[in-house]
């Protein structure tokens, strides 16, 4: 049976500022219900005449809410989810995610910057001098140089403009916020503009990590600028180049250890130990985009966009969350990549039909390393635990000692009193550096050596007979507890894409329009792994793998596997629209989405068996328009079909030391209705609400979870109640204007219907607490508009929320750890307009 999963979640601004405006409007003309300009057909249109669900992020959004990327604007726009990785970062899009790990595949949410697309690790670009974010649901292939299965971003920022603007702007707030903007707009000659961009923001971590030389989790440092150039090279033709660079240092994602072992068991202790070592989420990244714009006549227009994208991440990251040497795990995804993307883009207006025809190419060529860093106490650790649950030593050890007595196993009495004494003994060693715990296993395993038992503990490993009857794992002894512990899995791909996209409008009638359109699409992927071995093998040849073991399929120190494939697919859309006056409508829509398939980056044997691509089929019935002068609506109800969903998980599959994460496919079905309601009571007032109602089924392929057991093929759906609701309010006053902006934010939390959620987790504070936040802002600007003053509020009723606690090493070491939600937070800023 399944279950209804309601999400409500509100846009807020709907008016799109005039890039360029002679005068700067005050707050009272921004909350009208005026035209929002958008791109979602590929040229400028009132979002209520497009027959596609988009909702828009304006400028004025982004000062509202002290947006600063993606993730900061998740909770405003229906159906949109955004990860606040800034190297990993997964966007969701009524439910549908892409695997942000793995190198191999690509994201089922496409996104574009300045009309170029964008690869996965570099979306979270910061929202610097950006005019607009439009959110476009279902598949978007017939319209985008690139096919997307559940949806696209495309993020539009601020072009020249032949007018002269100018603004600085500070904004600070408590955790060390400091945050300064820039914006130079100017023209160099009649028909050549330039502008420029360049902002800093830093704040401070609100975990402190007591460990020394440790980071705060939490803490930020990002500095990015854009500079782009604008020429009319005449009447019909002009030109833009831009360049713009994103350098990021922030914090690792949080790991605040909730076991026994680490600082607290309160995840709202203020404090954390944690001992990874360089731990960072770093990002350096840089792009040249070029753009060539022609018209040959009233009708026919031309678009040629290239860009050139290039960046580095690394990603380090605690995996236990203690400062316990002998528990330690960390993980470092390296990646290094760059893209060329052109597009070749075609319009044509007519009386009664409006189409767009384009061809698209890109090729990226990545590289990635998963690196894994232990100990060789944690691994001693780890193999311990692999010695003593091992069936066959079992088996021995309590043979041994059921025969020492004179009895045998099975006899119900004095053998199998033995046996049971023996392998509690056995149960009870923890780690085999402890002079007991050795002592205890060798006197167990000592008869089956034939020698007398205890052995003593040596660190010689050359003389230790105990030490290479255990295992090649276990070469080596407490001498080396000092020493760290690597293996990793390089990767390298390039990967090419192209298409052809035809899209049409035609107007039956004056209320009347059918739209179609066709997309073919081509990938073609080379991919390899390489998994050299661990480091131990300078200290002691012959030292096995215990992480990226011969047990998870992969080739260690047998050279590079290769792997190509190539995927293509045609797709398309059928809409039927319907206008019930100049500022309503109705459409009925079909259309289809494909995503590529690709190779895991973790799992080998996607080298002869790819994953599969994706496929969409999405039926979409929306109704919108201005139902009255201040009455705003937006209502779509959508049935989707996923095939092959590619989703990744935490997978410890038989003989494995650890999890892992890994891409496994699967069917989804998802239906629901969107509604958005903008409403003007007053002049000076505007309020908001946007619910989705989601209904959500799955079957996924068998795997193996976090805790090494098979999940088979599982249905599965979930309900969630949410709501934002937003208030701005302007009202007059004798000088200047002022705005007060509220919003508030509810989320039901489910999550105890999610896969890896234990019993046990519900005893740790903030888990399953309900998402409730109320922020705020008001700001007042002066007559003219040349200053801005503001004060603003984050979580303002200091809502304290605890992931579900999670971890590579909750199975292996106990060591679950979690993350908490930001704290209440808030500051200041001012601004001034030249």
Request: charged residues 20%; aromatic residues 10%; hydrophobic residues 35%.
């Amino acid at each position: 049976m399944s279950k209804t999963k309601l999400v409500v979640r509100h846009p807020l601004a709907l008016a799109v500022a005039i890039v360029g405006s002679l005068s700067t409007p005050t707050f009272a003309e921004e909350l009208a219900l005026e035209e929002v300009t958008v791109t979602a057909q590929k040229r400028e249109q009132n979002a209520l005449e497009v027959p596609v669900t988009v909702d828009t992020f304006s400028s004025a959004d982004m000062e509202n809410t002290n947006a600063l990327k993606l993730s900061d604007m998740a909770d405003y726009v229906p159906g949109f989810e955004a990860g606040s990785s800034v190297t990993q970062s997964g966007l969701r899009i009524r439910g549908i995610e892409s695997p942000s790990i793995s190198a191999g595949g690509d994201p089922s949410v496409a996104v574009f910057y300045d009309d170029a697309y964008v690869p996965s690790p570099a979306t979270s670009m910061s929202f610097a001098d950006m005019q607009r974010v439009e959110i476009l649901k279902g598949p978007q292939g017939t319209l985008f140089g690139r096919n997307a299965a559940a949806g696209t971003v495309n993020m539009v920022p601020n072009r020249p403009e032949a007018e002269f603007d100018a603004f600085v702007s500070a904004r600070l707030g408590n955790y060390g916020l400091q945050q300064f903007e820039g914006m130079v707009n100017a023209p160099v000659t009649d028909n050549v503009f330039l502008r420029g961009n360049l902002m800093s923001y830093r704040r401070d971590g609100y975990v402190d990590n007591i460990f020394p030389g440790g980071v705060d989790s939490g803490s930020e440092d990002i500095l990015t600028g854009r500079v782009s150039a604008w020429w009319d090279i005449s009447d019909k033709t002009s030109a833009q180049l831009s360049y713009d660079w994103d350098e990021v240092d922030n914090a690792p994602r949080q790991a605040i250890g909730v076991s026994p072992y680490s600082y607290s068991l309160d995840p709202f202790a203020g404090k954390v130990e944690n001992d990874v070592m360089g731990g960072e989420e770093t990002r350096s990244m840089s792009a040249v985009n070029a753009k060539l714009m022609h018209s040959f006549s009233d009708a026919w227009s031309l678009k040629w966009v290239s860009s050139y994208r290039q960046w580095e991440t690394s990603n380090r990251e605690e995996e236990d969350g203690t400062a316990d040497i002998s528990r330690y795990l960390d993980t470092n995804n390296i990646f290094d990549s760059d893209i060329s993307y052109h597009e070749l883009q075609i319009n044509f207006t007519g009386d009664k039909v409006t189409a767009v025809m384009g061809a698209n190419y890109s090729r990226e060529n990545i590289y990635q390393s998963t690196d894994v860093t232990s100990t060789a106490s944690a691994v001693t650790r780890l193999v311990t635990g692999d010695i003593v649950n091992n069936p066959e030593l079992r088996a021995q050890i309590a043979g041994g000692a059921a025969l020492s007595v004179g009895g045998f196993p099975g006899d119900g009495g004095i053998g199998d009193m033995a046996a049971g004494q023996a392998l509690a003994a056995l149960d009870s060693v923890d780690h085999l550096w402890e002079p007991d715990d050795w002592a205890t296993f060798t006197s167990l395993i000592a008869p089956a050596m034939g020698l007398a038992g205890p052995l003593p503990q040596v660190d010689d490993y050359y003389d230790a007979i105990a030490y290479n009857v255990l295992g090649t794992g276990m070469l080596f002894g407490p001498s080396f507890a000092g020493q760290h512990w690597n293996e990793r899995v390089e990767n390298e791909g390039d990967f090419t894409n192209w298409g052809l996209y035809f899209d049409m409008d035609y107007a039956l009638t004056d209320k009347i329009n059918v739209l179609a359109g066709l997309r073919y699409s081509t990938d073609e992927k080379s991919f390899s792994w390489l998994t050299p071995g661990t480091n131990f093998h300078r200290i002691r040849p012959g030292v096995e793998e215990v992480i990226f073991s011969t047990a998870d399929d992969y080739n260690v120190g047998q050279g590079v596997r290769e792997a190509r494939e190539e995927w293509s697919a045609t797709t398309g859309r059928l809409v039927g629209q319907y206008h019930f006056s100049e500022s309503a409508m109705a459409f009925l829509s079909y259309s289809t989405g494909y995503k590529s398939g690709g190779f895991d980056s973790l799992n080998l044997l996607t080298a002869d068996t790819p994953i599969e691509p994706e496929e969409v089929d999405n039926i979409e019935l929306g109704v919108k328009g201005d139902l009255l002068d201040n009455l705003r609506l937006q209502v779509s109800y959508f049935d989707m079909t996923v095939d092959n969903r590619q989703r990744s998980v935490e997978s410890k599959p038989p003989g494995s030391a650890n999890a892992l994460p890994r891409v496994i496919n699967g069917d989804q079905q998802f239906n629901g209705i969107e509604v958005t309601v903008d409403w003007l009571p007053l002049d000076t007032l505007r309020l908001g609400l946007v619910t989705t109602v989601r209904d959500e089924e799955s079957k996924w392929n068998p795997f193996y979870d976090a805790e090494g057991e098979l999940q088979n093929e599982r249905e599965k759906s979930s309900v969630n109640t949410a709501y934002t609701l937003a208030m701005d309010w302007a009202p007059a006053i004798p000088l200047g204007s002022i705005n007060v902006h509220m919003d508030y934010i509810y989320a039901e939390n489910t999550d105890e219907l999610e896969p890896g959620y234990l019993a046990s987790f519900s005893a740790i504070d903030g888990v399953g607490e309900d998402d409730k936040r109320l922020n705020g802002r008001i700001a007042w600007q002066s007559g003219g508009g040349n200053y801005e003053l503001a004060l603003w509020g984050r979580n303002l009723l200091d809502n304290e929320r605890a992931a579900i606690p999670s971890g590579r090493t909750l199975d292996v070491f106990g060591t679950p750890y979690t993350s908490i939600s930001e704290p209440r937070s808030y500051g200041a800023e001012v601004r001034y307009n030249f």
